[in-house]
């Protein structure tokens, strides 16, 4: 059998993955770019990989015309501004044309859950897309789900964030919102068992988990697990724009997604019932187990995905076969180099850089570069980075994405994300003589990218300098702050 996944890179399609593999099926990962696909299992013998990207038609005749059935898993909630919807739209359209073609057997659509009389924008477009591929000559199943509760989720980090951080908490009134959560494990469990049950099409099925709660009460539940005491008062004062805004400062969320969010908790999002987990045979995971669960996989450091890996909206376009190649022409660039004694542990340090471990100069630099970026609408420096010690291209780490971790070669090589008036990379490389090289290279767009690159170039004596001294020692040391 031969399963076509789409949005393999995404939160649930990497996790999902695992589970299509161990039941030895052939799966076809779809993904707008192969660069990015780093999976663990990205040499299984059952797991094939073709780039194919959904708002480029011609780019879809690579999908293999004897699959069997499809999991559509995308969405576009990385885009700035309203234009996600029509990109979704535009998405679905793509892949009923292509499905037409080919003789898919089922189709299985994770959506959002949409009751309520007034649904947001994003629960809109959902399920917008869900009508879209319901006119397919194949049998549809539609999955409707409430919030997901997991390790990596943008929700469970949001929340995570909001409860660890602030003992007090001003909160916007619709906090009152009900809304009806579901374990990550469960949705799994769902997607995996739905595949090909014939039972199961051409039918639309809300998947939520056993309890109804407020936002308030979530927030309150998820401080009770982590032994916090917490007080939440809600005023009616705090429009949409400023509970966003709220939201992006305090937590690690983008601006845009801390909007749809938003947006989304002023609509209830309560299941209709059924029968589904009954006819799956599927045990309902309780919200506070679902959180416990969540911190069993952190304290392991067992982060499969996570939300933090989408691309910026900065990011989104740019492909990472063409942010390998770091180039010169019309470019800024500070190298420095140290001589390695230890190399593997050097290695090390570069792989530990950033997150909990910061950037072994400077510090606090770091951290008011990330807030000036937060300032200004970028990603700031909170998103960390998933694992403590393991880097992949495709990762978040801070305010950069990992465009190449190649320890065999020993280079590394990040793109910033934050917002800049033009592109940058930083690059790590030891070379043939045991020697680390340390460059930072700026593209300026126009003369604000040249004035930029002349206001911050004072600071990179001792910053840069500072940053490529502390990867080449090799003491158990704490980094500079």
């Known amino acids: 059998m031969k399963v076509l996944l789409t949005g393999a890179n995404g939160y649930i399609g990497k996790r999902l993955l695992y589970l299509l593999l161990e039941r030895d099926l052939e799966v076809v990962c779809c993904v707008r770019d192969a660069g990015r696909f ?36 995308m969405h576009a909630m990385s885009v700035s501004g309203n234009g996600f919807e029509d990109r979704e739209k535009q998405m679905a359209q793509n892949f009923l044309a292509i499905a037409t073609q080919r003789s898919f057997e089922q189709v299985i659509y994770l959506g959002g859950i949409a009751n309520d009389n007034e649904l947001s924008p994003h629960l ?49 009134r619709w906090l009152k919102t009900k809304s009806q959560p579901i374990a990550v494990n469960n949705i799994l469990e769902i997607l995996d068992k739905t595949l090909l049950n014939k039972a199961l099409y051409n039918k639309t ?39 966003s805004y709220w939201l992006y400062f ?58 933090k890996d989408a691309m910026s909206s900065e990011t989104i376009n740019k492909r990472f076969e063409d942010l390998v190649e770091v180039p010169s022409f ?21 792989w530990s850089i950033g997150g909990e471990r910061g950037w072994y100069y400077g510090n606090w630099l770091w951290k008011l570069r990330g807030l000036i970026d937060k300032m200004v609408g970028g990603v700031g420096l909170r998103r960390g980075r998933t694992h403590p010690t393991a880097i992949n291209s495709g990762d978040s780490l801070d305010f950069w994405r990992v465009i190449v971790a190649d320890k065999t070669n020993k280079r590394l090589l990040l793109f910033a994300e934050m917002k800049l008036p033009g592109d940058a990379w930083l690059e790590f490389k030891i070379d043939k003589h045991n020697v680390l090289h340390q460059t930072a290279t700026f593209r300026p767009k126009g003369i604000w990218g040249r004035l930029y690159w002349l206001a911050v170039w004072p600071f990179h004596g001792f910053v840069f300098n500072g940053m490529i001294s502390g990867i080449a020692q090799t003491k158990s040391v704490e980094p500079k702050i």
């Open 38 to 73: 780093n999976h663990a299992l990205v040499d299984h013998p059952q797991l094939t990989t073709i780039e194919a990207d959904f708002l480029k038609p011609d780019t879809l005749n690579h999908i293999p015309q004897d699959i069997d059935a499809a999991y559509y898993l």
């Open 124 to 172: 809109r477009s959902r399920l917008n897309t869900e009508k879209i591929l319901s006119r397919g000559p194949y049998n549809f199943t539609a999955l409707r789900a409430g919030i997901i509760v997991g390790s990596g989720s943008g929700s469970f980090e949001i929340i995570r964030d909001l409860v660890e951080k602030l003992p007090l908490m001003i909160a916007p």
């Open 205 to 243: 099925f809300d998947i939520a988990g056993p309890e109804v709660m407020s936002y308030k009460e979530m927030l309150l539940r998820f401080a009770r697990v982590r032994g916090l005491r917490r007080l939440i008062v809600s005023v009616p004062v705090l429009t949409p724009r400023l509970s």
């Open 250 to 307: 305090v937590t690690s969320t983008s601006y845009g997604l801390a909007r749809h969010l938003v947006e989304s908790m002023k609509t209830e999002v309560i299941a209709k019932p059924n029968t589904l987990t009954k006819q799956l045979d599927i045990e309902l995971i309780t919200y506070e187990e679902a959180v416990r669960r969540a911190f069993s996989r952190i304290k392991q450091n067992q982060l499969i995905s996570s939300w």
């Open 330 to 350: 019309g470019c800024f660039k500070d190298h420095r180099q140290r001589p390695v004694t230890h190399e593997a542990a050097v290695l090390n340090n570069l």
